[in-house]
């Protein structure tokens, strides 16, 4: 079993639409917790970080960190074409060299 | 202004060569980490560092090796290049922390063996 499982997608929505990204982890010791976008040939761009539980909001982008379920969201609000990539959850411990561990990645496409 | 940087940006080379794939970054950070990455596919972690004179294998298992003589310049060296090798190398650096979030990736290192 991976520690990080995400749907890759894709995932096909019109312009507007709420989009939901998920990831799920099996790592207790996670404690940080990251959203990155990648544009095609592009390396991951960072867009949210979250430190332990809680949301995190950052314009139309919301991250949701549940610890209890070991559940991680990331909620797109008025989506537009040019939100159309790879989105990557990620998360580290404070253990180990802060390695972190990045989920599959979910394409989405935003369909204007 | 702060950046990373990876040279070449693209490399093809026949097989058997030695090589060596430049990581730089500007932000005086200590964690450093290579990752492989495949066409749409994901991240995969082969080398990481967490300071000078300290390099880590990552999960995938990998015939390259890593140095971390500087902070800010962490190097990967195929020995003898194989078409398996061909893929798309990316480096990364962070400063975790509470308060701090900084975390940035180079633009990556296209490598296709012959």
């Known amino acids: 079993q991976k520690e990080v499982e995400q749907d890759p997608g894709p995932l096909s929505v019109p312009e507007g639409a709420i989009v939901s990204l998920n990831c799920t982890y099996s790592?207790?010791?996670?404690?940080?917790f990251m959203w990155y976008r990648q544009y095609s040939r592009k390396g991951p761009e960072l867009l949210m970080y979250?430190?332990?539980?809680g949301n995190k909001e950052d314009g139309r982008f919301t991250a949701q960190v549940d610890k209890s379920s070991k559940y991680i969201s990331l909620f797109i609000r008025d989506s537009q074409p040019s939100d159309s990539a790879t989105y990557l959850c990620?998360?580290?411990?404070?253990?180990?060299?802060?390695?972190?561990?990045f989920g599959a990645g979910t394409r989405l496409f935003v369909k204007a | 202004e702060a950046d990373i940087y990876q040279t070449p940006r693209y490399l093809v080379i026949g097989t058997g060569k030695k090589i060596t794939l430049e990581c730089s970054q500007t932000?005086?950070?200590?964690?450093m980490y290579w990752y492989q990455q495949d066409p749409g596919m994901e991240l995969h972690l082969i080398h990481y560092?967490?300071?000078?004179?300290?390099?880590e294998k990552g999960d995938l298992s990998s015939e390259s090796t890593v140095s971390r003589i500087r902070t800010e310049h962490f190097p990967l060296t195929l020995e003898s290049a194989r078409p398996s090798h061909t893929s798309q190398y990316l480096c990364?650096?962070?400063?975790f922390g509470r308060g701090d979030n900084e975390q940035f990736f180079g633009p990556g290192t296209r490598l296709t063996v012959l």
């Open positions: 990620a998360m580290s411990a404070d253990t180990g060299g802060f390695k972190t561990i």
């Open positions: 790592n207790s010791a996670f404690q940080y």
């Open positions: 979250t430190y332990s539980s």
């Open positions: 932000m005086g950070h200590d964690k």
């Open positions: 560092s967490y300071g000078v004179n300290s390099t």
């Open positions: 990364a650096s962070l400063a």
